[in-house]
């Protein structure tokens, strides 16, 4: 469980996919389906933290996810669509923490597993598409682990990609 004195971070919102840019051949329900399946993957390896799960009351939903008689998403009504560190156990906080960031672990892999079908929020929420990511989740979890679960995770490239941004342009 979560101390009192660690600040809730949100890692995402439903409503944040949602709004602006969102292709209007969409219903809102797709802007939830990586944040779902995400969250689903957490929850098949025990990371939603217990008590959250009994005060927001989705246990029941957790239990059926894991039998697979609800969809990856079910939990999108009970958290209202929010995905926030008070959900999580401390191992589900540092592995968020490392491999949630924005254009960065988790994005990126899930961009690169759906390609134009996550451009476009058109992932289905379902298990079929919960199995394609899961062995890229399995894999990120484990390189997190075998790297000691630092606070970002150590992606190949990501030194280099983020000199571009600092280096200056030559002339």
Do not use: N
Not at 35 to 63: Q, R, T
Not at 95 to 105: D, N
């Amino acid at each position: 469980m979560k101390s009192e004195d660690e600040p809730v971070i949100d890692y995402d919102l439903w409503q944040w996919h949602t709004e602006g840019a969102f292709p209007k051949d969409q219903p809102p329900e797709q802007g939830y389906v990586h944040i779902g399946i995400f969250m689903a993957w957490l929850a098949g390896h025990d990371m939603l933290d217990p008590g959250w799960l009994g005060e927001s009351g989705a246990g029941p939903v957790v239990a059926a996810m894991k039998e697979r008689r609800e969809t990856p998403c079910a939990l999108r009504g009970p958290t209202a669509g929010r995905f926030g560190s008070d959900m999580l156990t401390a191992e589900g906080r540092g592995f968020a923490g490392a491999y949630y960031a924005p254009e960065y672990g988790y994005p990126r892999d899930w961009r690169r597993a759906f390609r134009r079908l996550a451009d476009g929020y058109a992932v289905p929420g379902d298990w079929e598409a919960f199995d394609h990511i899961e062995p890229l989740i399995e894999l990120r979890y484990e390189q997190w682990m075998a790297a000691g679960r630092p606070e970002l995770m150590p992606l190949p490239r990501l030194l280099s990609i983020l000199l571009r941004f600092v280096r200056p342009k030559r002339r």
